[in-house]
């Protein structure tokens, strides 16, 4: 699907605000809101637009801790990633995995009352993942910038 600058705009601002009726985006991006919905739809169906999310505060929830794990696993074989990555979809403490290049195979995420319950997570969920060889640990104090789309994307930069 080509992107024009309307487009863009319109992404960069849901990104921003996906609960944004389209009388506000269309006076934001200049366009009426038919337009508007025309195009968030198009986005949509095309499959740009995946879904939209509450932005929860997960301290408030007693999930307070966001834990990211470094794992490296005994092979690289196929058959090794299909089992650590079916058994790490199915931990229930694990809200994110990317496999990665370089010198650790995924990084993993996940979300914890307090450091006790990490420990059982450890325990329980992570240690009894197939292949891992190596664990390394981050402890995220502070969340500096949100999750959002590279400077200058909506205007057709970067």
């Known amino acids: 699907m080509e992107l024009d600058q309307i487009d863009r705009r319109l992404?960069?601002?849901?990104?921003?605000?996906?609960?944004?009726?389209?009388?506000?985006l269309g006076e934001d991006i200049g366009r009426s809101p038919t337009s508007i919905a025309r195009r968030q739809r198009a986005l949509e169906d095309g499959g740009i637009i995946r879904g939209y999310r509450a932005d929860l505060d997960l301290a408030k929830l007693d999930y307070g801790a966001r834990v990211h794990i470094r794992m490296s696993?005994?092979?690289?074989?196929?058959?090794?990633?299909?089992?650590?990555?079916?058994?790490?979809a199915a931990s229930p403490s694990?809200?994110?995995c990317e496999l990665m290049s370089g010198s650790d195979d995924y990084f993993v995420t996940v979300l914890v009352r307090s450091l006790d319950h990490f420990a059982e997570v450890h325990r329980e969920e992570l240690a009894r993942l197939p292949g891992v060889v190596r664990m390394e640990t981050s402890f995220v104090l502070r969340q500096v910038v949100e999750p959002r789309l590279p400077p200058g994307w909506a205007e057709g930069g970067a």
Do not use: I, K, P
């Open 11 to 24: 992404l960069h601002r849901l990104n921003a605000d996906g609960r944004a009726t389209h009388q506000q």
């Open 73 to 88: 696993l005994a092979s690289q074989s196929r058959e090794q990633l299909d089992a650590f990555e079916q058994a790490v």
């Open 94 to 96: 694990v809200v994110h």
